[in-house]
């Protein structure tokens, strides 16, 4: 038997007013997802426990079957581990994105989307004149980078809000607050001076592209405690892809196998069709594969409905398609991480739908893979941690 497991990242979401009250998941066109679910078996999970906050990290952890109770200490630590970055007991690490602050407020939380080139020359320039045996810059993909604190361990109290909670928002009131506070509001503060004038900002600038003309610093994390193998956990040898550090660095907290896929991104310029194709050829030499696809988060996050149809679209067409037609025994678990509604442009924490396919699943009559259809079932895992095990026994 093999098994896949397909995340949607944020593809869930609230129903909007102007197209009636329906959700992105029901404005797409889906007739794969819509066959599977047809035949496959619904419900909802609660994978974001009371009081954490609803993260891919703390979620997608619970949805690949361990509980963020235990397990999640923050989101950097997590994204450290994918690239490479050790995170010792005296040290503190927080996610630093390059953001784009006009006339005070969070214009853009990723800087219009800058590409890593354009990125990573920014943060050398930070780094040159803020970095020191202290403090350290690491550059990441996209907007995405991080940042290591040695001997500040207090910042890791600091009340941080990430910049795509905060859109179009003044950005004062948002700024790191209380403990440990003060050196990573120096940080920013610093930056800006800094990336204000920087060369390339100004070609941005000029070419009516949004500049990234200050750090942002949110999710600190100490050190992540160990956690248990998902072959030891599920007896299962298991291969991940995905376009963000954050899930590459769950996959090798869980010792899967991290595929290296060409064209993988976390926008609709993903090559969907490579990604499931990698991932359905991982198959060969392991039990599961796990595809994590971070196109209808994004869309989420930017507020764009029609992006995040089309993301879903993209995901029917050139994803499900393929397990429909996987020429031998499977079982596929397709689901979101948790909601992204277009309203909020940020995540909340609340059920997603799932759907169980494939061999040893019987129907449980519904139609369409949507949020409706799935509370029709009147299913819930309210510990979506638990979910996996049900998937596979």
């Known amino acids: ?48 426990p009371p009081g954490m906050e609803p993260s891919s990290a703390c979620a997608c952890m619970s949805l690949l079957g361990y509980d963020p109770e235990i397990y999640y200490k923050g989101r950097a630590a997590i994204e450290a581990v994918s690239m490479g970055v050790s995170v010792a007991p005296d040290e503190v690490v927080f996610r630093c994105n390059l953001v784009s602050i006009i006339d005070g407020k969070m214009a853009s939380y990723s800087a219009g989307h800058i590409s890593s080139q354009e990125a990573s020359e920014l943060l050398d320039a930070v780094s040159k004149q803020l970095g020191s045996e202290r403090v350290k810059f690491y550059p990441g993909v996209n907007y995405r980078h ?10 890791a109290n600091a009340l941080c809000t990430p910049p795509h909670d905060i859109s179009d928002r003044e950005v004062s009131p948002y700024l790191p607050q209380g403990e440990g506070s003060l050196i990573l509001n120096q940080l920013i503060s610093s930056s800006q001076q800094i990336l204000r004038d920087h060369p390339l900002n100004l070609h941005r600038q000029s070419q009516g592209k949004l500049p990234a003309n200050s750090i942002w610093l949110f999710w600190g994390s100490g050190p992540i405690p160990p956690m248990p193998s998902f072959k030891k956990a599920y007896g299962l040898d298991a291969a991940l892809t995905s376009g963000v550090d954050l899930l590459r660095g769950l996959g090798l907290m869980m010792d899967m196998k991290i595929l290296e896929l060409h064209g993988i991104t976390d926008g609709l310029n993903n090559d969907f069709s490579g990604q499931m194709q990698g991932g359905l050829s991982a198959l060969r030499d392991n039990d599961m594969a796990v595809i994590h696809v971070e196109a209808p988060d994004e869309a989420g996050h930017a507020g764009s409905l029609s992006d995040k149809v089309k993301a879903i679209e993209l ?79």
């Not at 909007?16 to 007739?31: R, V």
């Not at 991080?146 to 500040?152: D, V």
């Open 315 to 393: 995901i029917d067409e050139f994803m499900v398609s393929k397990l429909l037609s996987y020429p031998e025994d499977i079982r596929v678990l397709v689901m979101p991480d948790h909601p992204t509604p277009i309203k909020l442009k940020t995540h909340v924490a609340e059920p997603v739908p799932f759907l169980m396919w494939g061999k040893g699943f019987s129907a449980n009559g519904v139609s369409r893979f949507t949020e409706k259809e799935a509370l029709k079932t009147s299913i819930i895992f309210e510990k979506g941690c638990t979910l996996m095990q049900s998937f596979l026994k």
């Open 146 to 155: 991080l940042l290591k604190l040695k001997g500040m361990g207090n910042t």
């Open 1 to 48: 038997m093999k098994y896949c497991v397909l995340i949607t990242d944020g593809a869930s979401g609230w129903g909007l007013k102007e197209q009636g009250g329906k959700t992105a998941l029901e404005l797409a066109h889906t007739p794969n997802l819509d066959k599977m679910a047809r035949n496959g078996f619904m419900g909802l999970s609660a994978n974001v």
